[in-house]
Every structure is written in structure tokens, then in C-alpha cells.
């Protein structure tokens, strides 16, 4: 039978912020769309993906929907932003979307987007900008993000974005604060002044049957001032959805800590809503305990939401490869909505919708390992480094985990395994011949953060030893010049077994060895042991 795994589209598929949607017994995915490799946010034309209901493991690409060219704004705008798509009244499909440039310049000065289609799969026609009552474009707040929910035939509008700025009324008035606002949103400081709240925020707004005229008034979802309240911890930042369950609504978002999708609830769908807490982070941070620091993965932009498809909810999200936030790949987990309606923050997998544990049978791709990390792995934000550290990347067809240094944690959760298995890994060294070079411009955001040194260690040689015995033991396998990856069923266990790399070269070669553990579900973690960096491109089961 057919398996799926995360990343749930091909590899070489790089659709981020994705907002899946059910249409006639199909499930589509609608979402940016970055380049392999690429520079900057969402280079690609929007595409889609889409799934039986019944069956999420084979997804069909359904082409091109719709092309930047097609918005009046291209090319002083060249980039299309995290989309959303809704039945209409009318039975037609409407897409919102933003406009954006390099690195999110002008991403926050210009109107929402619209096009409109017969079908879910396009082709998609731009319709216009959403509109004042007057027909000039809507341009309250800050329009980035839109999401839309029809609403038993009320059609509600959801965008905005917020920085982490301090709340007291003294810096509101600074004039480099006012400044700072003015340049990144391109508005006068009376307008600034004028919103009775703050121009930042989560925003909420209805929309006419044109699907283009705003009929209520756009106002705060949530107030600015977050300061005392649950969400002070996890404020709004970006990446609005919102979804219908049952009578309750349920907002989804990115929160300013960039790494989590947190909800909130109501029972109305324009304000009064209740912080819920951290549904997935693509670092695993908050998910029992896990501190910041002891990020499991590169931690960056975030956008997705929940879905239920055949009677089991999920959450779709991304993750970051190529060490940088703009090539995204789409994941999904499933999720619980308890009876008190509350959803419990869960890990991320390796195996997503397959809807158990993988087979630890046949030849997998490395690439879906769900942890990948050196014990101090960046956070970036609208980033990219070419400081080494472990990273999914591609060199012409071939995809791998590259820069693997002694004491990476590669992880993968999870697999059916028996209690004894043949393991196998498919390496080669990294040179300068075979070693992925990025050749574009080089941007660090203020807040993107790059430790020198291990937070957390995975090199080991057995539990129980002293951190001195366990240091020069590391070194003298290191100076041996021997290397291995050693095989476990938890993050911190023992070994289950050790493959050792001896005659490993620049080409690509196959080692394995006999692993002997509880029969059962389990994580399999690769811990590796080693002077020189290696690559990983498959692991395989026999």
C-alpha cells in the first residue's frame, strides 16, 4: 500500500503558507510558492496540489492556477503573497492574495488582490482590489495575509500583520517609533494616528456579493494591546486563518516568536476570542517543555491551518530547507480537538498524513527527517546564512541533508520497527566538488540568531558518563579520523546500533548494519561521529 510522508508533495516542491480547502470530495492546497534554492520569498506562480478526501496519500499537481503577471501591480510588485481561496455564493472560487518584493518590500503598502475562477483548480482571472463603498481600494490597516471564510453566505475577510513593538503609550509617541511605522507602511503619520486602537493587528471585515466591496467596516479581531492577557507570550505577528467548527470559531496565526502556529476562540467570528495555545512549532519548541534554544530544526516563518478531511483533523504548516526562509516546504500533522474544545500542541513527524507509523521496509528518501540539528541551530526570519550547519539541500536532481558535522541529530518519527532490523544509510563526504554553494545575495534580519556553540550535545558514547570522559572521547574519535553514525530509538538513548562509514569517499555509497530494539512504534534518531562532513541522501529497511 501507498505511503505518504513529510514533505507530503515532491521534494523538489516548495509550496509554503498553506491553506488547505475542501471542494466536491477533494482537498486542494492553495499557498505561496517559493523556488528551490531561490533568494527571496514566493518567486514561483501559484500552483496547486489536490487529494481524495478518503485518500491522502497521493497527491495530483493540478498546474499552474495563476500567474504575478496577471495583477495590474506587476512587475513593481513582482511576488505573490500567502493566497487564500473561497467558494463563492455564486458557486465561482475566489482568490486573495497580496502583492510583495524582495525580501517583503511593499508587501505591506498595497491593496488585496482578487481573482476568480470556475473551478478549484483555475484557471484564475484577476477581478479587481477589495474596495471602499466608494470603489477606491481598501487600504485600512495594513492589508498583508488575507485569509476568507464563507460563512453561511457571508463572506468574511481576515488580514493584517504586527510587530513586536513596546505597548506603553511613551514609545507609541516616540517620533523614531512613528517614523519607523510610516517607512515600513508607507502612511502619513495622521493616518497612523487616526486608528483608534493601532494600524497593526489582526483585522476582520465582510465583503458584499461582488466579492470585492467591503460592506462591514474593517476593525481589530483581537485588541493591540496584549499586555496582562494570555496572549502576551504569543502575540499576533502574521499568517490570519480562519476556520468554522461546529458553532466555534477558531483563529489560526503565526506569532510573533516566528516559529508556531497558535490559535484562539469564540463564538463570534469578529472579536472576543480566547488564546488557545501553540498547535505545531517547526522547531518542536514549547512541545512538552522544549525550550527556544533546544530547537529541534532551523526555525523560521510559519503559516498554515487546520482541516478536517475524512473525520480526522490535521494541521498544515511548513518547514525551512537550504538554510534560509525561502525555500518552504508543505507538512501536515494530525491533531486532536478535545471534548473542552482545545487542541494539544503536537511534534513534528516524518510520517504526517500517513495516518500511523511508516514501514520500516524499502528505501526512503533522506530529506523527510523531521529533526535535524547540531545541538545550537539557528532561527532565522526573512534570512538566509551560509554559515555551516546541517540543512536539507540539492545539488542539479539530487536532494540530501548536507554540512553534517560530528554530533548532528538527524530524527525521524516514526517507524514500524521489529526487533531486529538491517539499517542502511546511502553517504559520501562533502567536498568542495560535491558541497552546495549559494551564490545569491545574503540577507540576516534583526532577529534571526546563529549560536557559536552546542546548546545541547547528542554525541555520546553511553549514558552514565562524565561530561569530561564523553568530551575526550569525542575528540579522539574525531582525530581518528573514524566515522560512524550511531542508531537510536529516542533523542538521548542508548545505541541500538553503529554503522560505520569505513571507506567512505566523495561518491554516493551504501552501509548499513543489524539493529536490535523493542519491537513497536518508535523514532529511529542518527547521531554521527565524525572529523569530516558527510551527506545523507537515503536511508533503507531490510
Not at 481598501?138 to 495575509?145: A, L, N, P, R, S
Request: hydrophobic fraction near 30%; include cysteine.
Amino acid at each position: 500500500m501507498a505511503q505518504v510522508y513529510n514533505p507530503f508533495l515532491p521534494v523538489n516542491e516548495y509550496i509554503p503558507d498553506g491553506e488547505p480547502h475542501v471542494f466536491n470530495g477533494r482537498v486542494y492546497l492553495y499557498g505561496s510558492h517559493d523556488a528551490e534554492g531561490g533568494y527571496t520569498f514566493c518567486m514561483r506562480d501559484y500552483v496547486t496540489y489536490s487529494a481524495s478526501v478518503s485518500n491522502l496519500k497521493e497527491w495530483r499537481y493540478e498546474g499552474v492556477i495563476y500567474r504575478a503577471d496577471q495583477d495590474p501591480q506587476y512587475p513593481d510588485l513582482k511576488y505573490m503573497y500567502a493566497p487564500d481561496v473561497v467558494h463563492g455564493n455564486d458557486g465561482k472560487y475566489y482568490l486573495y492574495y497580496a502583492m510583495g518584493g524582495d525580501y517583503g518590500y511593499g508587501g505591506y503598502v498595497g491593496p488585496i488582490s482578487v481573482a476568480v475562477a470556475d473551478l478549484p483548480t483555475g484557471p484564475f482571472e484577476f477581478l479587481g482590489f477589495v474596495r471602499n463603498q466608494d470603489g477606491t481600494p481598501m487600504e485600512k490597516y495594513v492589508c498583508f495575509d488575507p485569509a476568507v471564510l464563507n460563512d453561511n453566505g457571508v463572506i468574511r475577510l481576515y488580514y493584517g500583520t504586527q510587530y513586536g513593538t513596546d505597548e506603553s503609550p511613551e514609545v507609541q509617541r516616540e517620533p523614531a517609533f512613528e517614523q519607523s511605522l510610516m517607512e515600513m507602511f508607507k502612511k502619513s503619520a495622521e493616518e497612523i494616528r487616526s486608528y483608534p486602537d493601532n494600524i497593526m493587528g489582526p483585522i476582520h471585515a465582510t465583503l458584499s456579493d461582488d466579492m470585492l466591496t467591503v460592506k462591514e467596516e474593517p476593525k481589530h479581531l483581537i485588541p493591540y494591546h496584549v499586555k496582562g492577557t494570555p496572549f502576551e507570550e504569543h502575540p499576533f505577528f502574521e499568517a490570519s486563518s480562519m476556520r468554522k467548527v461546529g458553532d466555534k470559531y477558531y483563529f489560526i496565526y503565526s506569532s510573533w516568536l516566528n516559529h508556531e502556529l497558535c490559535y484562539a476562540t469564540s463564538d463570534k467570528p469578529d472579536g472576543d476570542f480566547t488564546f488557545g495555545g501553540t498547535i505545531v512549532s517547526n522547531g518542536d519548541v514549547g512541545y512538552h517543555g522544549r525550550k527556544a534554544e533546544e530547537r529541534l530544526n532551523m526555525t523560521g516563518t510559519t503559516h498554515g491551518s487546520i482541516i478536517e478531511l475524512n473525520g480526522r483533523w490535521y494541521v498544515f504548516y511548513h518547514r525551512l530547507t537550504h538554510k534560509s526562509d525561502y525555500s518552504r516546504q508543505a507538512c501536515a500533522e494530525e491533531i486532536a480537538i478535545l471534548p473542552d474544545g482545545s487542541i494539544p500542541q503536537v511534534p513534528i513527524t516524518s510520517c504526517g498524513l500517513n495516518g500511523g507509523a511508516l514501514k520500516a521496509e524499502g528505501r526512503y528518501p533522506a530529506v523527510i527527517a523531521c529533526n535535524i540539528t547540531n545541538g545550537h541551530m539557528p532561527t532565522g526570519s526573512n534570512s538566509i546564512y551560509k554559515d555551516a550547519f546541517p540543512n536539507v539541500n540539492h545539488l542539479g536532481e539530487e536532494r540530501f541533508i548536507a554540512e553534517i558535522e560530528h554530533g548532528t541529530l538527524i530524527g525521524y518519527k516514526y517507524f514500524q520497527l521489529p526487533d531486529k532490523f538491517v539499517l542502511g544509510l546511502t553517504v559520501r563526504v562533502e567536498t568542495q566538488e560535491n558541497k552546495p554553494v549559494y551564490e545569491g545575495p545574503v540577507r540576516l534580519d534583526e532577529r534571526s540568531v546563529l549560536s557559536s556553540e552546542p546548546v545541547v550535545r547528542y554525541a555520546q558514547t553511553e549514558t552514565g558518563v562524565s561530561e569530561n570522559e564523553q568530551e575526550k572521547s569525542e575528540e579522539e574519535g574525531q582525530e581518528s579520523g573514524s566515522a560512524y553514525f550511531e542508531v537510536r530509538t529516542s533523542e538521548f538513548g542508548k545505541a541500538v546500533g553503529r554503522i560505520d562509514l569505513a571507506g567512505v569517499s566523495s561518491g554516493w555509497n551504501d552501509f548499513e548494519t543489524v539493529c536490535e530494539c523493542e519491537e513497536g512504534t518508535s523514532s529511529v534518531y542518527l547521531v554521527y561521529y565524525g572529523k569530516d562532513r558527510v551527506q545523507l541522501r537515503d536511508l533503507f529497511f531490510r
